[in-house]
């Protein structure tokens, strides 16, 4: 009779003495349940086996196990826990050996310090990386990996998160042997039968001597924890992390093994927690657009670029730094030569830093090529402009596209605003028309928009994506609107932040509040670094269409009238020391805002910082809130994910839809309420935040769809 069990995640079969316990768990052998359960009662069975003289753990597929299953944080807990079967592999009194490939992270990483002996082959990648999920290792990391590397080291890699390859972890004692080959079995198994041969007695990590130099240990602590204060500003896990650390100095294995579980739930508990998980998913969610199933990828191995300028430079070297083949089109000799200049620095930069040899940078400058006739397209796979944002200048870029690019290449703006369906009617094969909007600087910013022009073929906006993992950047599905996703919210909050400027606060209070809220810049000092005068040009240009009954606060106008554009021009909101990039307050813009102030009528009023967050906040996720209304964000999730890859957003709070869900919707609708009796226009609720609210539910609820 066939059972309805499910397959068990963990198996165990026997190469002579040696019982080979493999973890199977598709995709990346999480810990679940069903694994722990099946590692216990696997080292039981060698245990209570005569014949059996030693363990080897390995995991199947492309990783050995890559840690706790996130999944099941938050949910009630299932026995047994994850430290119990770390304990029970120590305990097991025949030697356990893992054979590490791939990633060996987390929970999969304590599973291995928890066994006697550890291999890993080339390719394995090590870590300790709870941290970037607002946790800390809470399976015995704390205190086996002080006790086997020594303080210094696993705090670093503790607090940092990065993953180690199997060299480097050999260096740092993490793994006692690198296999010769690639065959992770083969290589442990050879190990097992080494140790057997040599009688290698069972070797506990709860024994290392890794913290016996006390004094170097104290201070790699104390340097850690001053780190920590500096760094970690407003992040919780890595205070814990430091605390269970001098748990492993100061106190016996088994009570700083209870003392990491106490933190470990602690940070279980967490909003920040829950923040930085959701960000972990929903980075992994966006990916998922309807388009990219079943839907091929075109071809991309060579590329073009019109326009050589901040936006085209960047992206050239993206593609370069991607392995692509990239020409560049500009309007003249003269502005190739500044194009291909602009390229050249990002490489000049890193070979004077020592990151990148001259003939390194020679290999990939051999790889661009400039011209200023588009017929050197004609082979390009996918071509993207970023030329002036102007709507005849851009019609006539792609009319010059449509006329010269092979059938079936991907033709791409980089508009930041502009009507992308009115481009792709413009040509014969609006079909092939996309919209990839990058942001600047374009070869570090992680966030790629994928807009979506209504005629666009599936396998297009596919490449699209495609293109976004080949330069290893997050991508996002947007419709076409003013500003997408990212710049048409971004648009209403900083209105929300001008409003604020006008009634009362100094510029400098906005950013402190936002900085305090967890953002590295506020507002102001991001419109220093990017340039005043970008956004003036907008305005100028939205003038005319300008709704008249809104509300327009002209002080960032009267700083771009005086030439003061920021960091570039040594004033902006704030005054920049020649060369520095930290500003200082300017009285003088203090002297302008309440100028126009007066001028305005306005009889300033004071803003805590508690007000002026909630009121940017509540801009933002209710802007957000119409833009998944409108479908121009498939879910809350892509919002989220926009803000934090894109405008800085605290990666800890998940996202601005995520965040509304931790206030409460019925929080946010109140304070927009609220707000809107003084400024009704401008303070509309989103017809979707106030339907969620009326049937009770909150933004996660739609991110199930996809
Ligand atoms: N639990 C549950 N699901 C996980 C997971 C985990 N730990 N790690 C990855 N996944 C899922 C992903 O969500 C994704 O699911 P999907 O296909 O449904 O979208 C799938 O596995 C594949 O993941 P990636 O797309 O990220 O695959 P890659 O091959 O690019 O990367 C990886 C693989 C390097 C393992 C990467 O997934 C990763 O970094 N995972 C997280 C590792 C981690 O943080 N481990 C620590 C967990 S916390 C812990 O162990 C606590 C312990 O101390 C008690
Ligand atoms: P830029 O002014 O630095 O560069 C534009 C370049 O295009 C110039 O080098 C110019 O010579 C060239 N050019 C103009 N007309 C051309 C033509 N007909 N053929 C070939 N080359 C031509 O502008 P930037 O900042 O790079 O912006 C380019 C595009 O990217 C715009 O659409 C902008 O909205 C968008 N964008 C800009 C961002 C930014 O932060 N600067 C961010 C994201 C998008």
């Given at each position: ?47 209570a ?58 929970g ?34 704390t ?80 340097a ?95 593609m ?34 020592g ?6 940078k ?41 006329r ?42 992680k ?15 596919a ?5 976004a993992k ?51 810049m ?14 003036w ?5 939205r ?11 002209q ?68 802007e957000?809130?119409?833009v998944?209304?409108?479908a ?11 803000f934090?890859?894109?405008?800085g ?15 409460g ?42």
């Amino acid at each position: 009779m066939p059972t309805d069990t499910p397959p068990t995640p963990v198996t165990s079969r026997r190469s002579g003495k040696v019982l080979i316990v493999s973890v199977d768990n598709p995709p990346v052998n999480a810990l679940g349940v069903d694994v722990r359960l099946g590692l216990v009662a696997a080292i039981d069975a060698a245990q209570a086996d005569d014949t059996v003289a030693a363990v080897l753990i390995v995991g199947a597929g492309r990783n050995f196990i890559a840690g706790a299953d996130i999944r099941e944080f938050g949910q009630p807990p299932q026995p047994p826990a994850l430290p119990d079967v770390c304990n029970r592999i120590e305990a097991c009194s025949k030697p356990v050996i893992a054979a590490l490939h791939g990633a060996a992270l987390g929970g999969g990483l304590e599973v291995a310090l928890a066994a006697h002996y550890r291999l890993a082959v080339n390719g394995a990648k090590l870590g300790l990386p709870e941290v970037q999920l607002g946790l800390m290792p809470g399976a015995g990391g704390t205190q086996r990996a002080p006790r086997l590397i020594g303080a210094g080291p696993a705090l670093e890699l503790m607090l940092s998160g990065r993953h180690v390859g199997a060299e480097e972890a050999l260096a740092l004692g993490l793994v006692d042997r690198l296999g010769r080959s690639d065959d992770t079995l083969a290589e442990g198994l050879a190990y097992a039968q080494e140790l057997l041969a040599a009688g290698a007695p069972v070797r506990r990590t709860r024994d290392a001597q890794g913290l016996a130099d006390q004094k170097a240990s104290r201070s790699a602590l104390d340097a850690a924890r001053a780190d920590v204060a500096a760094k970690s500003r407003g992040l919780f896990s890595p205070q814990k992390i430091v605390e269970a650390v001098e748990a492993a100095l100061d106190h016996p294995f088994d009570e700083g093994l209870r003392l990491e579980r106490t933190l470990f739930l602690q940070c279980i508990d967490s909003p920040q927690r829950a923040g930085l998980i959701h960000a972990f998913f929903a980075e992994r969610e966006v990916v998922k657009a309807p388009e990219t199933r079943g839907a091929q990828p075109r071809p991309l191995a060579s590329a073009g670029v019109v326009g050589g300028g901040t936006m085209g430079a960047g992206i050239a070297v993206a593609m370069l730094d991607a392995g692509m083949t990239v020409t560049m089109i500009e309007r003249d000799a003269e502005s190739l030569a500044r194009g291909r200049a602009n390229v050249e620095k990002v490489y000049d930069g890193l070979v004077a830093k020592g990151r990148l040899s001259a003939d390194a940078k020679a290999a990939v400058m051999a790889r661009f090529a400039g011209a200023t006739a588009y017929d050197a397209l004609a082979d390009a796979d996918l071509v993207v402009e970023a030329v002036f944002e102007d709507m005849a200048v851009k019609q006539a870029v792609f009319a010059e596209l449509d006329r010269v690019c092979k059938p079936g290449a991907v033709l791409a703006t980089n508009t930041s605003y502009l009507d992308i369906n009115e481009i792709a009617a413009s040509i014969s094969r609006p079909q092939d028309v996309l919209g990839l909007h990058f942001f600047s600087p374009a070869n570090i910013m992680k966030l790629l928009e994928i807009v979506v022009p209504t005629q666009v073929s599936a396998d297009v906006v596919a490449t699209g994506f495609a293109l976004a993992k080949k330069l290893r950047k997050v991508a996002v599905r947007a419709g076409v609107c003013d500003g997408f996703i990212g710049n048409r919210i971004l648009a209403v909050y900083r209105q929300a932040a001008d409003t604020m400027l006008e009634d009362g606060a100094s510029p400098y209070q906005i950013d402190e509040a936002l900085r305090e809220f967890g953002y590295p810049m506020g507002p102001y000092q991001v419109a220093d670094l990017a340039g005043g005068d970008i956004g003036w040009a907008t305005r100028k240009r939205r003038a005319a269409t300008r709704d008249t009954r809104a509300r327009y606060v002209q002080i960032a106008d009267r700083l771009c009238e005086r030439g003061w554009f920021g960091q570039k021009t040594g004033r902006g909101w704030y005054l920049y020391a020649k060369g520095s990039r930290s500003g200082t307050p300017d009285p003088e813009v203090l002297a302008i805002v309440e100028a126009e102030r007066q001028r305005a009528g306005i009889t300033p009023r004071s803003f805590s910082n508690d007000e002026i967050v909630r009121r940017y906040l509540a801009a933002m996720i209710n802007e957000g809130a119409n833009v998944v209304h409108e479908a121009i964000a498939l879910r809350p999730l892509d919002v989220d994910v926009v803000f934090v890859a894109g405008y800085g957003f605290p990666r800890q709070g998940g996202g601005p839809m995520k965040y509304a869900d931790t206030v409460g919707l019925p929080q946010v609708l109140a304070d927009i309420r609220e707000f809107a009796q003084e400024d009704p226009l401008f303070w509309q609720p989103s017809p979707l935040l106030v339907d969620l609210v009326m049937r009770d539910k909150n933004f996660d609820s739609l991110n199930k769809i996809a």
